[in-house]
């Protein structure tokens, strides 16, 4: 083989292989392209799909928006509704100068929990037997409420319209009363209220006491509630009926009873709802009767707007900022 024809091979050769290197090389440009477009068409479809969710997002915030904009006008004509119910429940409250008018002094310390309040505190004279009471309704807040004007409205007109002065019998009327005004017997309405009632009975022909060495009658009548009173320097306390007012579960056959007590002028009487002794603490233990006796024994000589001031003072420190899990009334009177 000459020398030329074995460069001509040669040559040939080193073409096949230049060859099949382009054709790799255009192999490998086309699966590059390929896989490029496959990866442009995965980045066109999520970035459409983001644009979707930006549009979604877009809309679903504008939505949230308008809704936003419908509950806070709903909540401001809720919020104003309530603080109207507000008024007129204070506007129904017995007066603080009337009821100090009828004792030598006296200290209320009303708390709703929300902005109405389950509990009420009533008052009413009728010559010279003065009736006071705190009441603690079923619920507190709206509901609370509707119960607390219910009550206030019955009892007024169980003593000033029907004359029923014996507190037992106006506790029995009050429950009757209640039972007949929800129609607990068809919707078998567990609601009521619990009460301290006192009858308190200064000597004919005045309404208050006017000699140092005068008694004063005072009759006690308790639905699932307590009456503290000082005597010589020791709080002492009445219980009342372990039976609430209303509701349809277990009308109780057993009567409302009377418990009277004659005390000299200066002793002091305490009526409060259970929201004072149920108030907890952060490690949620309650105040206690215990501590509330210890209180009273100690405060009770003061002047009434500071024994108020002792028992505020005295709350919030056993509380210790938790938040109040009930309607809060003390009434304190000096007779």
């Known amino acids: 083989m000459t020398q030329q024809k074995k460069e001509y091979l040669k040559g040939l050769k080193a073409l096949e292989v230049a060859q099949k290197n382009r054709d790799e090389q255009q192999q490998t440009l086309e699966f590059n392209n390929q896989k490029m477009h496959a990866n442009e068409q995965v980045l066109i479809k999520a970035y459409n799909q983001l644009k979707a969710s930006q549009e979604e997002i877009k809309y679903q915030k504008t939505m949230l928006e308008e809704t936003f904009e419908e509950l806070k006008i709903k909540n401001n004509r809720l919020t104003d509704s309530i603080i109207y119910a507000k008024r007129i429940q204070q506007a129904i409250l017995p007066n603080h100068i009337e009821i100090k008018k009828s004792f030598s002094d006296a200290f209320i310390i009303f708390l709703p929990k929300d902005m109405v309040s389950g509990d009420f505190y009533w008052f009413t004279q009728i010559g010279n037997k003065t009736f006071i009471a705190t009441v603690d309704c079923t619920g507190h807040g709206v509901p609370g409420a509707f119960m607390s004007i219910i009550g206030h409205t019955l009892l007024n007109q169980i003593v000033r319209e029907k004359e029923?002065?014996?507190?037992?019998?106006?506790?029995?009327?009050?429950d009757t009363d209640i039972y007949?005004?929800?129609?607990?017997?068809?919707?078998?309405s567990i609601d009521g209220m619990d009460l301290s009632l006192c009858c308190i009975e200064t000597p004919m022909g005045s309404t208050r006491l006017k000699q140092a060495n005068d008694k004063v009658k005072v009759v006690f009548c308790g639905a699932k509630s307590t009456l503290y009173y000082?005597?010589?320097?020791?709080?002492?306390?009445?219980?009342?009926?372990?039976?609430?007012?209303?509701?349809w579960l277990k009308r109780s056959k057993y009567p409302f009873t009377n418990h009277e007590i004659h005390l000299p002028k200066g002793e002091m009487l305490y009526l409060t709802t259970d929201g004072y002794t149920d108030a907890a603490n952060p490690r949620r233990r309650h105040f206690g009767t215990t501590k509330l006796v210890k209180l009273m024994t100690q405060i009770q000589t003061l002047p009434l707007y500071k024994q108020k001031q002792y028992f505020e003072k005295r709350l919030q420190k056993h509380q210790k900022g938790t938040e109040q899990r009930d309607d809060i009334t003390v009434m304190g009177i000096r007779i």
């Open 230 to 247: 000082s005597q010589v320097g020791q709080i002492l306390k009445i219980k009342g009926n372990r039976r609430s007012l209303g509701g």
């Open 164 to 174: 029923i002065f014996e507190p037992s019998e106006i506790l029995e009327t009050l």
């Open 180 to 188: 007949t005004a929800l129609h607990q017997q068809e919707s078998k």
